[in-house]
């Protein structure tokens, strides 16, 4: 008899907790909009996303965000806050820590906002569509930041700091402050290298990109890619896109990926004066840090559409200026009639960025038209 009433107590827990929890938020938390203001100063967001349909009324947030060593490059980092934020005013960040031991950016937590008398709460509604901005980071470096990109990782069990997303969801009498924490709902960095034909200089690298002042991108920089990631299966719709992604002098780059793809995309390499260039075949995203190098084989890139720069090394076509998926007459008219009119700056018929148009970028354009050079997909 008293077996059957702890049975019974326990499965009224159960039915009660899975009722007071039935209605728990899922989020994406994601860094995004990175950028180099110098060489030693180094900017991102921090974003909320309601993945789910329950409407997400965040509680609290705190966060450890792990820097990787090629970055960091044994400087020391200053952190800040920077305005900008979109939560509500009581949960708006106000403290950031930087541990070197662990190279570690600690986000503390603001207390919940909450009337303990009325149990009215006052917490950000997060948005499902472009996501909540938690805050803008900046981080001062005392050297110069390395030749890698930033390749994080979310600190999730070093302790005292954790990463803690909570939030707000329906109570047998008002609302409960709940953990929602879950690790695969954060974004995970995908690592790409690749040269432009365009940029590249034998045994260098990608070099700066030019303008009529100087290297148009600081830091490391060379210039800006978008990258896509495609699904893989027709009609190759995009899944997901990130624009303005910094590419490195030594061909590398570096995307903050949504947790929520966890499936296999085709990477899409658009370049404002290249050719589209697609993977060779769909990359898993199920788990972890994604690398792809399009750089060590013709192979990497679908219908093996990659130039040979000798030394076992391949570089994305230039000379696509139109934009149009063909190098041809078309992007050759653009760049004559630029070079006739001695332009100079960051222009898209600038093909080989050295902010002047003239006969070189001409006879890069020529080649590849000559060669029928055009974007492979499948």
């Known amino acids: 008899m008293i077996r059957y009433i702890l049975l019974t107590l326990t499965a009224i ?51 450890g ?25 009581s949960q708006v960040p106000q403290n950031i820590a930087y541990d070197a031991a662990y ?16 149990g009215l709460t006052s917490g950000t509604l997060i948005s499902s ?25 979310w600190s999730m069990n070093l ?10 969801i329906p109570g047998t009498t008002r609302p409960v402050n709940v953990a929602v924490t879950s690790a695969t709902s954060h974004s995970k960095p995908e690592n790409i290298t690749l040269f432009l034909e365009g940029l590249y200089v034998t045994g260098t690298g990608n070099h700066k990109a030019l303008d009529e002042s100087g290297y148009h991108f600081p830091g490391p920089v060379a210039d800006v890619i978008t990258v896509k990631l495609a699904q893989a299966i027709y009609p190759f719709s995009t899944a997901y896109t990130f624009a303005n992604t910094m590419l490195y002098t030594n061909g590398k780059c570096s995307l903050s990926v949504p947790g929520s793809l966890s499936g296999s995309y085709f990477i899409v390499i658009n370049h404002r004066n290249s050719v589209e260039t697609w993977s060779s075949n769909p990359v898993s995203f199920a788990s972890g840090t994604v690398n792809y190098d399009f750089s060590n084989a013709a192979s990497q890139a679908f219908g093996n559409n990659l130039k040979s720069l000798g030394n076992g090394l391949f570089a994305i076509y230039g000379g696509e200026v139109t934009q149009d998926g063909v190098v041809d007459g078309s992007d050759m008219a653009i760049v004559d009639n630029a070079s ?31 060669s029928i050079i055009s974007v492979q997909k499948p």
Do not use: W
């Open 65 to 89: 965000i792990l820097l990787n060593t090629g970055f960091v490059n044994g400087g020391t980092i200053t952190p800040s806050l920077l305005s900008g934020s979109e939560l509500n005013a």
């Open 13 to 63: 827990i159960f039915i009660s907790l899975s009722k007071v929890y039935a209605d728990t938020p899922t989020y994406s938390c994601e860094i995004r909009n990175c950028s180099f203001v110098s060489s030693q100063v180094f900017e991102f967001d921090l974003y909320l996303v309601q993945s789910g349909t329950t409407a997400f009324e965040l509680a609290g947030f705190n966060t």
């Open 103 to 118: 190279r570690c950016v600690k986000i503390a937590p603001r207390t919940p906002p909450r009337d303990y008398v009325s």
């Open 159 to 168: 302790m005292p700091y954790h990463t803690v997303v909570a939030a707000y």
């Open 340 to 370: 006739t009119a001695l332009m100079h700056g960051y222009l898209v018929s600038d093909v080989n960025g050295d902010s002047v148009v003239d006969g070189s970028d001409m006879a890069l354009v020529d080649n590849n038209s000559t």
């Open 129 to 153: 569509t472009t996501g909540t901005k938690v805050c803008r980071v900046r981080l001062t470096n005392s050297v110069d930041f390395g030749n890698d990109p930033l390749s994080y990782s």
